[in-house]
């Protein structure tokens, strides 16, 4: 499916943010992208998306794949149609439109008669079907995430990149996301999943990269971090004997140079 290899991204010419990134996510797998804010999370998904230049980013080195197809220097709206989607963080709803146009607009490039499936959305989603005519900025945090996330399937996705979707979010819609992504993996679409829940992600996804400053420090299967002791204390906040520890007992430098040794 998505093939990254050696990706290089600076921003405005002299920043440079990814350093050598490579990963891969197979078809129907779900693969989570952890690390903390400012590791290049959100720039690699802008570069998988062709939206590196909005921001005054390039891509300076590296491949990236779609199957045997190469979205490098592809617009935007080309990756799309080639099955690429993404629900950015903070949702980006259409808040001036109602739900319906919103569901409308994550349709557009479909060629088929979109209704059946925006009646298959309001089945799923009974509240958003109660809403259908309303703006969406009036929705609550987790509704707007709720249609953000059926906008970006109803474009048809075979990859669905996720950006944070639960940030914000109380504890019961947390879950909810969750049980939406478990639905959305028996469609057999793949996912790459950026979430700061470390948990969460690593209860979803099979198997996970480990992202600080621009590089891939830790990967492996998802059981396998949920044991490792250096990904246990930095994400799980766990030291060795399973206990919750306060941050400012972590060692994380000292951890830190030996994963980047």
Known sequence: MLQIANLEVVYHHVAKVLGGVSLHVGNAETVALLGPNGAGKSTLLRAVTGLLPIHDGAITK????LGDQSLLKMPPEGIVRQGVVQVMEGRRIFVDLTVEENLLAGA????????PAIDEVYRQFPRLGERRRQLAGYLSGGEQQML?????????????????PSLGLSPLMTREVGKLIRQIQKRGISILLVEQNAALAL????????????????????????EDPDF???YLGQGSSGATRNFRDVKHYRRRRRWLS
Do not use: C, W
């Open 108 to 115: 557009h490039s479909r060629k088929e008669n979109v209704g």
């Open 62 to 65: 590296g491949t990236i794949n």
């Open 232 to 234: 246990k204390e930095f």
């Open 148 to 164: 953000a996330i059926s906008r970006a399937l109803l474009a048809s996705p075979k990859l669905l990149l996720l950006d944070e």
């Open 203 to 226: 209860s979803l996804a099979q198997r996970a990269y480990v992202l600080e400053s621009g590089k891939v420090v830790l990967d492996g299967e998802s059981n396998t971090l949920m």
